[in-house]
């Protein structure tokens, strides 16, 4: 599962503050030694908990919950074709990125597009409860042939409220069963244009609570779906990761950190609480990305945990 953005962002702001905290007490002659190795900064570490990660070749069937236009389908498929392209779209890139996945034990994982299953009729109602987020990625469309690796990906639309969006989450992954009774693994993110694009959209959005720095242009002029893909970035590098909950995480099983939601908040170097980190940006536009997919498609990507340097690595 991963990390509620809420709660993994305030853990940045505090760790930011902790490291300023040896400085401080530096400056007060009386403060003994072994009080400051107290606040020393520490190595982020992710345990491995010798679990199951999800390698080699994995399918990701999808399902569109809600109403989606084909513009914003195709941003999302992109986005995950990318992931894994041969093709040189050009530096620094998509795939770049998710080869740090290949860190972690059990060498690379390699994602591709399987089926798509559009409901936008809301067959569970606008209102979703975790429980039918079990009952979507159960969906028997979805469903592979016997021992496939595969991840059952939900979207669901700007008018679909989901248990605990906007107000411990952006999107989590899970486990589930299929059709013949395996264990799969699940993730889900929602659009949150609508209902907190502060919380589940920045840095495109004015963030709803912390220091307020101006938002930054979507790279694909889609504030709701550009942010979305950052959540999709953040639960399938859990997912793959930590799929079961025994895998790589710090922290509690039931709120760990996972390979991105230890390194909220982090787009690029020099980053800080409100701040996403100097990346790039398009002359024309403005519009601001650190990585490049198929196609030119453009996309602002979130840091994630090097397991070679114990460091939240970016790409620019």
């Not at 990701?60 to 084909?70: D, E, I, K, Q, S």
């Not at 999709?232 to 799929?243: D, Q, R, S």
């Not at 079961?244 to 509690?252: H, I, L, T, V």
């Not at 997919?293 to 620019?316: E, H, I, N, Q, Y």
Request: a neutral charge.
């Amino acid at each position: 599962m991963a990390l509620p953005y809420p709660f993994s962002y305030l853990l940045f702001l505090l760790l930011i503050l902790l490291s300023s905290l040896p400085n401080i007490s530096q400056a007060t002659s009386r403060a003994p030694n072994r009080m400051l190795a107290l606040v020393q900064n520490q190595p982020l570490v992710l345990k491995y908990h010798k679990g199951p990660l999800l390698k080699g070749n994995i399918t990701l069937h999808l399902l569109w919950y809600g109403t989606f236009t084909p513009t914003q389908r195709s941003i999302v498929i992109d986005f995950l074709e990318s992931l894994t392209s041969t093709s040189a779209p050009g530096a620094p890139s998509v795939s770049t990125w998710w080869q740090t996945t290949e860190s972690y034990r059990g060498g690379p994982c390699t994602l591709v597009v399987g089926n798509q299953i559009l409901d936008e009729t809301y067959s569970l109602g606008k209102s979703l409860k975790n429980d039918h987020l079990v009952a979507l990625a159960s969906n028997p469309k979805l469903n592979s042939a016997p021992g496939d690796r595969v991840v059952h990906v939900i979207l669901t639309a700007a008018d679909v409220a989901v248990e605990d969006f906007c107000m411990n989450q952006c999107g989590t992954h899970g486990r589930g069963k299929n059709g013949n009774s395996e264990k799969i693994a699940y993730a889900w993110v929602g659009n949150s244009v609508t209902q907190c694009p502060g919380q589940c959209a920045w840095p495109f959005h004015q963030p709803l609570y912390g220091p307020q720095t101006a938002p930054l242009v979507a790279p694909n002029g889609d504030v709701g779906v550009d942010g979305m893909v950052i959540n999709l970035a953040t639960v399938l590098a859990g997912a793959v990761t930590n799929p079961f909950e025994d895998g790589y995480y710090q922290g509690p099983a039931s709120a760990p950190l996972e390979a991105v939601s230890a390194c909220t908040g982090i787009f690029g170097k020099g980053a800080y609480p409100g701040y996403a980190g100097n990346v790039l940006a398009e002359n024309a536009t403005g519009a601001s990305y650190n990585a490049v997919g198929v196609r030119g498609r453009k996309f602002l990507l979130p840091a994630m945990w090097d397991p070679l340097t114990s460091t939240c690595k970016t790409l620019v």
